[in-house]
């Protein structure tokens, strides 16, 4: 089982962010303080666990969690500031809304503007190597596939309910045949001829 905290005489946050390579939608990030004690088998990388566990996680993780956070940054504001200005935005959003303020910082990955004057630390691989930042990846995954689901059902000729806006074939097939929608990043130049749809 992952350890719950890289160091233990500051209250520690972990934080990572979900959907930073989409085609659609936003970007989400999540914090997460964990109890001291908290250790759980199914915990890991939001990528290396199933749908219906991480389910059971994001359960776990909202009723046992000293405190959490989930934030966002839309599509158009990704096109406007650039996906990695968007999901620094995101995580300090995520940060800023935790009912306990956090004194040490655990990021997944290898760089991050500062938080405040908050230390961190960035950790490549982060979500699988300590619990808090794994809890965060799961709940900025399941947040954002349930956004995804959403707003599958206003443009269902995507796939989103399956792709979650990923670049899968599916997705890329259905921009070629059908354009661009309001939830598309346009800045990751995803269609050649950038085709609006008519609404």
């Known amino acids: ?23 659609a939608g936003p970007v989400f990030a999540a914090a997460v303080i964990l109890p001291i004690n908290f250790k759980h088998p199914l915990l890991n990388d939001s ?13 776990v993780i909202e009723s046992n969690a000293i405190a959490w956070s989930v934030a966002s940054v839309d599509a158009e504001e ?47 691989k982060g979500d699988g190597k300590y619990a808090s930042i794994a809890a965060a990846s799961i709940l900025a995954k399941t947040y954002r596939d349930a956004y995804m689901e959403k707003i599958h059902a206003q443009f269902p000729q995507y796939g989103w309910n399956s792709n979650k806006g990923y670049g899968t074939l599916e997705h890329r097939l259905a921009i070629e045949a059908n354009g661009l929608c309001m939830h598309h990043r346009r800045s990751f130049n995803i269609s050649p001829t950038q085709i609006e749809m008519p609404f």
């Open 78 to 124: 990704i096109d406007r500031i650039n996906i990695l200005k968007a999901s620094f935005k995101a995580m300090h959003m995520a940060i800023d809304q935790l009912k306990v303020k956090p004194e040490f910082l655990l990021i997944d990955g290898n760089r991050f503007p500062s938080y405040k004057k908050i230390p961190h630390l960035c950790i490549v």
């Open 1 to 23: 089982m992952l350890p719950a905290f890289y160091q233990e005489n500051q209250i520690e946050a972990g934080c990572d962010e979900a959907g930073r390579g989409c085609y």
């Open 47 to 59: 990528k290396q666990v199933g749908a219906k566990q991480r389910k059971i996680l994001r359960e």
